[in-house]
């Protein structure tokens, strides 16, 4: 292995022996930099020397460091668990997996579910999270499933979320409850996983826009069906998590369906459309557990990208995806945000009886408290609405503050739903003002003709989905694969943009992407 890193959540340790109480919590110490670094995640090395070599240990030498790291990992709250052990040069290496104990929120990263429609996506997650089996006739997907139309045509067209919750021991807690209770995983659980369902579908293409640019998913899971292939949306959604710089994770599904020449057919076309130019993607098949922790670490740099194997009627490669969603690492970081200003994106508004208005989203930044008065925006007018907060909750478990990173509902008073719209935001007023123009670093991704002055687009920025016209550009005309600056100004309402916003312009099946390097209003 590569020389250890000061840096990352990586630590080696050749022997730990002679623990005394000084030198327990000066390891802890260390110990508890590694999670840090991990976002409340950690891997140790024991019989590793820190140039890498696998020097190995003996089994009472691997004993006695196991005893002493336990009681090191006690005192900086981690519990933890371990992963494999394999031979070195004189004895064994054990790789040892930490994590925060139940004393911290847990940790929790968040997945997003791409692919085209019918590949597979919403029977996964209903798999996944109900622990259960498909029939082959809708069962797993009707579970989570919104709407009754949805059910009906077999069609994904809105954003949903359910979560799995994993404990101490790495045990998926979603498996021993009787039935799925999204606030009894939240509280038993220690790392949690959001599985964000997205539609499939062209003709929802926004929607999807919407949940990626709306949850600022750690990672995109892009479902294939072996037995057609990388078709439809699927090369859409690869470019997009590819411009949005967004890890992918492929998940083969139904292959207790496809005969094995389509089989190898499919795996061989989205092999091939990994490694394309721009795409520039490692694929890496993941069949044992070794893989898996091997897959886990690389993952988050998004060079490696892991492929799956499932059948969500027998049950085939679920366990391997099970345990790799356990280790799969929290990219987004979220600590320096917290002390900014608030800021909350609405992603959506309902209407619940004796509470009244009811919003959610993610919060970009700073944190909130029950009982604070915060302000509504931008109203048609750029103005703002002092509104109260009247109660948080989050994974359905009120809290009484909730952080930047956090997917939250909130109550509020004070304002009718009817004036409140998808892409205002709540704010401290510190973190936003509202904006009619600005100027961006953009890219055509695909456009039949040529981008001037003049094309008015739909712009998609967090929850925000406005049509925006380019009032300048240079060069003055852009085509498809070509980069530029460019002007754009809200046609019909200001809205809250912040520089280095990265967003996403679209128009027919015309597709950009850009960064925001200035507010010019």
Same mark, same amino acid.
């Given at each position: 292995?590569?020389?250890?890193?000061?840096?990352?959540?990586?630590? $080696?340790?050749?022997?730990?022996?002679?623990?005394?109480?000084?030198?327990?919590?000066?390891?802890?110490?260390?110990?508890?930099?590694?999670?840090?670094?991990?976002?409340?995640?950690?891997?140790?090395?024991?019989?590793?020397?820190?140039?890498?070599?696998?020097?190995?240990?003996?089994?009472?030498?691997?004993?006695?460091?196991?005893?002493?790291?336990?009681?090191?990992?006690?005192?900086?709250? +981690?519990?933890?668990?371990?992963?494999?052990?394999?031979?070195?040069?004189?004895?064994?290496?054990?790789?040892?997996?930490?994590?925060?104990?139940?004393?911290?929120?847990?940790?929790?990263?968040?997945?997003?579910?791409?692919?085209?429609?019918?590949?597979?996506?919403?029977?996964?997650?209903?798999?996944?999270?109900?622990?259960?089996?498909?029939?082959?006739?809708?069962?797993?997907?009707?579970?989570?499933?919104?709407?009754?139309?949805?059910?009906?045509?077999?069609?994904?067209?809105?954003?949903?979320?359910?979560?799995?919750?994993?404990?101490?021991?790495?045990?998926?807690?979603?498996?021993?409850?009787?039935? $799925?209770?999204?606030?009894?995983?939240?509280?038993?659980?220690?790392?949690?996983? *959001?599985?964000?369902?997205?539609?499939?579908?062209?003709?929802?293409?926004?929607?999807?826009?919407?949940?990626?640019?709306?949850?600022?998913?750690?990672?995109?899971?892009?479902?294939?069906?072996?037995?057609?292939?990388?078709?439809?949306?699927? #090369?859409? *959604?690869?470019?997009?998590?590819?411009?949005?710089?967004?890890?992918?994770?492929?998940?083969?599904?139904?292959?207790?369906?496809?005969?094995?020449?389509?089989?190898?057919?499919?795996?061989?076309?989205?092999?091939?459309?990994?490694?394309?130019?721009?795409?520039?993607?490692?694929?890496?098949?993941?069949?044992?557990?070794?893989?898996?922790?091997? +897959?886990?670490?690389?993952?988050?740099?998004?060079?490696?990208?892991?492929?799956?194997?499932?059948?969500?009627?027998?049950?085939?490669?679920?366990?391997?995806?099970?345990?790799?969603?356990?280790?799969?690492?929290?990219?987004?970081?979220?600590?320096?945000?917290?002390?900014?200003?608030?800021?909350?994106?609405?992603?959506?508004?309902?209407?619940?009886?004796?509470?009244?208005?009811?919003?959610?989203?993610?919060?970009?930044?700073?944190?909130?408290?029950?009982?604070?008065?915060?302000?509504?925006?931008?109203?048609?007018?750029?103005?703002?609405?002092?509104?109260?907060?009247?109660?948080?909750?989050?994974?359905?478990?009120?809290?009484?503050?909730?952080?930047?990173?956090?997917?939250?509902?909130? +109550?509020?008073?004070?304002?009718?739903?009817?004036?409140?719209?998808?892409?205002?935001?709540?704010?401290?007023?510190?973190?936003?003002?509202?904006?009619?123009?600005?100027?961006?670093?953009?890219?055509?991704? *695909? *456009?039949?003709?040529?981008?001037? +002055?003049?094309?008015?687009?739909?712009?998609?920025?967090?929850?925000?989905?406005?049509?925006?016209?380019?009032?300048?550009?240079?060069?003055?005309?852009?085509?498809?694969?070509?980069?530029?600056?460019?002007?754009?100004?809200?046609? $019909?309402?200001?809205?809250?943009?912040?520089?280095?916003?990265?967003?996403?312009?679209?128009?027919?099946?015309?597709?950009?992407?850009? #960064?925001?390097?200035?507010?010019?209003?």
């Amino acid at each position: 292995m590569d020389r250890e890193s000061e840096s990352g959540n990586i630590e $080696y340790k050749l022997l730990l022996d002679r623990l005394n109480e000084e030198k327990a919590e000066r390891l802890a110490a260390q110990m508890l930099y590694r999670l840090n670094e991990g976002h409340g995640e950690a891997f140790y090395i024991l019989g590793l020397s820190d140039d890498g070599e696998p020097v190995g240990l003996s089994d009472e030498e691997l004993m006695k460091s196991i005893e002493n790291l336990k009681i090191i990992a006690q005192k900086a709250g +981690a519990s933890m668990q371990i992963i494999r052990t394999v031979l070195g040069e004189k004895g064994a290496v054990a790789e040892v997996y930490l994590r925060r104990s139940r004393n911290y929120p847990p940790v929790e990263v968040s997945v997003a579910l791409l692919g085209n429609v019918d590949a597979g996506k919403s029977t996964l997650k209903g798999v996944l999270a109900f622990s259960t089996l498909d029939n082959g006739n809708g069962y797993a997907m009707s579970l989570v499933a919104r709407y009754l139309h949805e059910i009906k045509m077999r069609r994904t067209s809105s954003v949903s979320v359910h979560i799995l919750g994993y404990d101490s021991e790495g045990r998926l807690v979603n498996d021993m409850l009787q039935s $799925y209770n999204e606030a009894e995983i939240y509280l038993r659980s220690n790392k949690i996983i *959001h599985l964000i369902d997205l539609a499939g579908h062209e003709k929802y293409l926004k929607t999807t826009l919407k949940g990626i640019m709306g949850n600022l998913p750690d990672y995109n899971m892009l479902v294939v069906s072996l037995s057609s292939g990388p078709i439809g949306t699927f #090369r859409e *959604h690869l470019g997009i998590s590819v411009a949005l710089k967004i890890p992918i994770i492929i998940v083969f599904t139904k292959i207790d369906m496809a005969p094995k020449p389509v089989a190898e057919m499919a795996v061989n076309e989205v092999v091939k459309l990994l490694k394309m130019p721009g795409v520039d993607k490692i694929p890496f098949f993941v069949k044992d557990d070794s893989d898996l922790i091997v +897959a886990s670490k690389n993952v988050a740099n998004g060079r490696i990208t892991p492929i799956f194997f499932v059948s969500n009627k027998t049950g085939e490669g679920l366990d391997l995806l099970k345990k790799f969603l356990n280790f799969l690492p929290r990219r987004m970081s979220w600590e320096d945000k917290i002390s900014k200003g608030f800021l909350l994106y609405i992603d959506d508004i309902f209407r619940v009886t004796g509470v009244g208005p009811v919003v959610s989203g993610l919060i970009s930044s700073g944190s909130v408290k029950e009982g604070e008065e915060m302000f509504l925006g931008p109203m048609k007018d750029g103005t703002f609405r002092k509104v109260m907060i009247t109660s948080i909750y989050k994974s359905r478990v009120p809290v009484e503050t909730a952080y930047a990173g956090d997917y939250v509902t909130i +109550a509020l008073s004070r304002v009718e739903p009817e004036e409140i719209r998808s892409g205002m935001v709540l704010t401290d007023l510190k973190s936003a003002r509202p904006t009619w123009r600005f100027r961006a670093d953009i890219r055509v991704l *695909h *456009h039949p003709t040529l981008i001037k +002055a003049g094309y008015e687009p739909v712009v998609q920025v967090n929850t925000v989905k406005e049509t925006a016209k380019i009032i300048s550009s240079e060069p003055p005309y852009l085509k498809t694969g070509e980069f530029g600056s460019a002007v754009f100004q809200f046609k $019909y309402r200001p809205v809250v943009v912040r520089e280095g916003d990265t967003f996403i312009f679209r128009e027919g099946k015309a597709r950009g992407i850009g #960064r925001i390097t200035e507010i010019l209003n």
